[in-house]
């Protein structure tokens, strides 16, 4: 069964940063685009990056020239680093394939505020 653990989520001020981690279990996710979403309370989910198994990335244009994103296929580990972050960027991350078909993990919370 597929699993998703997502971890370095914390408080930072306006302009700070933070690097998100994704730990796969049950799935060789080198086959397949991967991807990091965010719900911010009272809206849906949204995707803001994601990655294929060529490297290729896309992300959201809230997100664009802030943030970026990698994997590493050996360790099935994903990555999103997160520089000059705005208060409305915060939301609890998560990580799941393009498609978000596999069950999710409970995701990490960003908080930023000053």
């Known amino acids: 069964q597929v699993h998703f653990v997502e971890s370095g989520g914390g408080l930072v001020q306006p302009g700070g940063s933070l690097t998100l981690s994704c730990a796969v279990s049950g799935v060789t996710h080198s086959n397949n685009v991967m991807a990091w979403y965010r719900q911010a309370p009272g809206q849906s989910r949204e995707r803001v990056a994601s990655?294929?198994?060529?490297?290729?990335?896309n992300f959201a244009d809230a997100v664009k020239g802030r943030f970026t994103v990698s994997r590493d296929d050996v360790k099935n580990m994903m990555y999103l680093q997160m520089n000059n972050l705005k208060p409305e960027d915060t939301a609890v991350y998560f990580c799941?394939?393009?498609?978000?078909?596999?069950?999710w993990g409970q995701g990490t919370q960003v908080t930023v505020s000053s």
């Open positions: 799941n394939n393009l498609g978000g078909n596999w069950p």
């Open positions: 990655i294929s198994k060529t490297g290729g990335k």
